[in-house]
């Protein structure tokens, strides 16, 4: 059974940090791309960061030079150092393997970051 869990959520003042991490279980983890999701209150959810088994990156022009993604197959974890935070930043985030994502399975319950300003 896939399972998908985020953490390292919070409140946080604008300029400051926030590092997520997210456990997964229930597929080959390492061979897979996984990506990092937001959805802020009304809007759809958006790709923020992907990551592919060879830890190659990829992110939204809205976080390039501020946000980080990182893997460790060794604990199938995946994580995102969110670095520089703007208000616009407030969403819940949530990670998934990308194909499952591409097909809208296996959300996990996601993580609250909200940054005042």
């Known amino acids: 059974q896939v399972q998908l869990v985020e953490s ?9 940090s926030l590092r997520l991490s997210c456990a997964a279980s229930g597929f080959i ?14 809007e759809q959810r958006e790709l923020v960061a992907t990551i592919t088994g060879y830890s190659n990156t990829n992110y939204a022009d ?8 990182s893997r460790d197959n060794a604990k199938n974890t995946v994580y995102l150092q969110m670095s520089s935070l703007k208000p616009e930043d407030t969403a819940v985030y949530y990670c998934n393997a990308i194909p499952y994502a591409l097909t809208n399975k296996y959300w996990g319950q996601g993580t609250q970051v909200t940054v005042s300003s």
């Open 8 to 16: 390292g959520g919070g409140l946080v003042q604008a300029g400051g």
């Open 29 to 42: 983890f390492s061979i897979n791309s996984m990506g990092w999701y937001r959805q802020a209150p009304g």
């Open 62 to 69: 809205s976080v390039k030079g501020r946000f980080t993604i």
